[in-house]
């Protein structure tokens, strides 16, 4: 019985763990023009193979990342998802829509403050506004928790103009450690948030669960 209150705190502890959020709320804005005819379903679309991303982000010759070809995998789900159809090895002369894809992911260095400290690539994809409120979490011991802040950034261009019909991003901030940092389910937590209701209304900004 001795033992018996260190194993209540250590069930205590993974119950709250069981009740945190697996995967936090996704911060999503969408800007569009009005009813663009590319969203009708079986309209086809190529993936631009630069991330999107200030022309410094990427040197010359160099490749998206692993972790860009996940959030590339998501987005490509959802848009299929919506009835657009990828145009495999076509050009993109032929086809009515292109898609850019960016991606940040930055670490907290101390509530408050981020570290210079960047991986990925992607910038943003029109005029947001700042009011994100990205929430810092703490654990047992009173200790800042480590932090990324994870960003999705899409844009959907008239192939021949260069025109951008519709663009968004999503940010979520989760723990370091937290499975939700994971690439592949990041990815899919933000792409599936950033298409909700799609196109959804434009200009507004919108937390998803």
Known sequence: MRHLPAVLLGTATLALGACATPVPPVEVTRFHTAAPAGWAPGTRYVVDSAPLADPAAMSPGSQPSLEWNSYRLAVERQLQLQGLVAA???SESTVPIK???GFERSDHAAPGKRSPVSVGVGGSTGSYG???GLGIGFNLGG???QMQDLQLSVRLDDAATGRALWEGRAIS????KAPAAQPSLAAAKLAEALFKDFPGES???I???
């Open 173 to 176: 901030s989760v723990p370091v």
């Open 207 to 209: 937390t998803v669960p």
């Open 143 to 145: 200790g800042p928790r």
């Open 130 to 132: 700042s009011g994100v």
């Open 203 to 205: 200009g507004r900004t």
């Open 99 to 101: 898609v850019r894809i």
């Open 88 to 90: 495999e090895g076509a």
